[in-house]
């Protein structure tokens, strides 16, 4: 049914109309309208995005921080709306030990993740400890804790989970040496434990016993054993452990070192990538979270692999003639940049790979313009016709190009399209420099 017109009738009352079983109305002309929605229906779908929008603009870390628990379940959802709130310029903090609660909650502008989203930390552990910290305040350190809760609902599991997402980061932030030290922290409680429970308590417990138990407790794990010093864990290990236990990135993320380059050399986003028609060619910068390996009937192998990005997660195809190139650089964790086209297919939206290699082997030609270079037609018409003439075979041209134009306030960077990607770099800078113009060869992780 299309509307031809519309009449202003002022106001007037409207009625909800409740039917046992789906409906058609056949209107005075005949025409069927079937299940027709009401007025007083729209409205309240009306009444209910403005009151979204009016807690998402007053109130924006609140609602992000109520959003991402109401949605805790779903974690390209949570990854999703994580990335919104960078965008809106919150911060996402990992779990802390004194400061979270089960769900997110929000903690001087920032939002904190629950203890609920920590893998291998049950329902059990988390009222252990929360209780153990509404009843004596902060823990002081890991060997506080590890006293103050019961071993039993709180085990060396949940302990390490613990550690490994970031939740003792403020207390400690060698996540490798508490770990180190876990195991003789809870041999010397459990021993402690069992003094007590013979009788045979210490100096500390007498303290703790005459009152003094502020003081006496400080001691107390203040004596705890140490393991020998250790380095912490490296970068990349303590964020794959961060990630294992979280199912994200939080206190940082690989991608995040080019995430400026990105933008210009790759403007989708993967969480983006459904609005994108069918057959697109496009560019992305991603990181390899899965590998499947796949092998046809006639024999040749190819790769179904799950990438994601710092907004979300995407599945892609590397059919057998694609695969012959770029199978040394399916490795769990590696950064890429791919190139590839959208493939739309049972109502799912995935990446079908030409080409891909490294974000350390990918280089890009820069071209510095000042302002009167960069609004001159015959300097971009000259521009235009050298980096076209570094482009002999288009399904080759691979390196990106991107101009930067400085100006009094500032400096803005112009990314050249698809169509201007050239083969040979050096060559491509040569060739810029030999006909006047400022040019250079730069990393994408630079």
């Known amino acids: 049914m299309k509307i031809i017109g ?18 058609n109305f056949v209107l005075d002309c005949g025409a069927i ?61 990992p779990p802390d030990i004194n400061r979270s609660s089960i769900n997110f909650t929000t903690r001087d502008k920032t939002i904190l993740f629950g203890l609920s989203a920590v893998r291998n930390l049950g329902s059990g552990a988390i009222e252990t400890i929360l209780a153990a910290r509404d009843e004596d305040g902060s823990f002081q350190s890991l060997a ?15 302990l390490e989970a613990l550690v490994h997402c970031g939740a003792f980061d403020h207390l400690e932030p060698n996540r490798n040496q508490l770990v180190q030290d876990l195991g003789l922290i809870m041999d010397w409680v459990q021993s ?37 010093p250790v380095p912490d864990l490296p970068q990349k290990e303590k964020l794959r452990l961060e990630k294992e236990l979280l199912g994200f990135y939080i206190s940082d993320h690989p991608l995040k070192a080019v995430q400026e380059s990105a933008r210009l050399l790759a403007p989708i986003n993967l969480g983006e990538l ?29 790769a179904v692999i799950q990438i994601e990005d710092l907004t979300g997660r995407a599945e892609a195809v590397i059919f057998p003639k694609s695969y012959e190139w770029v199978k040394d650089y399916l490795i769990p964790d590696q950064r890429v940049m791919m190139w590839a086209k959208v493939d739309r297919r049972d109502e799912q939206v995935q990446l079908i790979v030409e080409t891909m290699e490294p974000v350390e082997s990918v280089k890009m030609v820069l071209v510095d313009l000042q302002p009167q270079q960069a609004a001159n037609i015959n300097e971009q018409h000259r521009l235009r016709t050298l980096i076209q003439a570094q482009i002999h075979d288009a399904a080759k041209a691979k390196v990106p190009v991107v101009a930067i134009v400085h100006s009094a306030y500032g400096r803005q960077f112009v990314r050249f399209g698809l169509q201007f990607r050239v083969m040979d770099e050096q060559s491509t800078v040569q060739s810029l420099l030999e006909s006047g113009f400022q040019a250079r060869v730069t990393p994408l992780d630079s």
């Not at 429970?197 to 003081?215: C, H, R, T, V, Y």
Request: proline content about 3%; overall charge positive; some cysteine.
């Open 274 to 302: 459904h609005r994108w028609h069918d057959a697109t060619s496009v560019s992305a910068i991603a990181m390899i979270s899965s590998i499947k390996p796949v092998t046809t009937k006639k024999g040749d192998r190819m």
């Open 33 to 93: 309208a079937a299940n027709c929605f009401n007025k007083s229906h729209s409205t309240a779908y009306g009444y209910v995005t403005y009151q979204t929008a009016y807690l998402k603009a007053n109130y924006p870390v609140e609602y992000m921080a109520a959003l991402l628990t109401a949605n805790s379940g779903d974690q390209d959802k949570v990854q999703k709306y994580i990335s919104t709130c960078l965008s809106m310029g919150i911060r996402v903090e």
């Open 144 to 158: 506080d804790l590890c006293m103050r809760v019961d071993a039993r609902s709180v085990n060396r599991r949940a």
């Open 192 to 228: 402690r434990a069992r003094d007590r429970a013979i009788g045979q308590g210490n100096l500390f417990d007498l303290l703790s016993m005459n009152g003094e138990s502020g003081a006496g407790s400080a001691a107390a794990y203040d004596m705890a054993p140490k393991a020998p």
């Open 6 to 23: 519309r009449q202003y009738l002022g106001v007037q009352p409207v009625y909800d109309i409740g039917l046992g079983q789906d409906h």
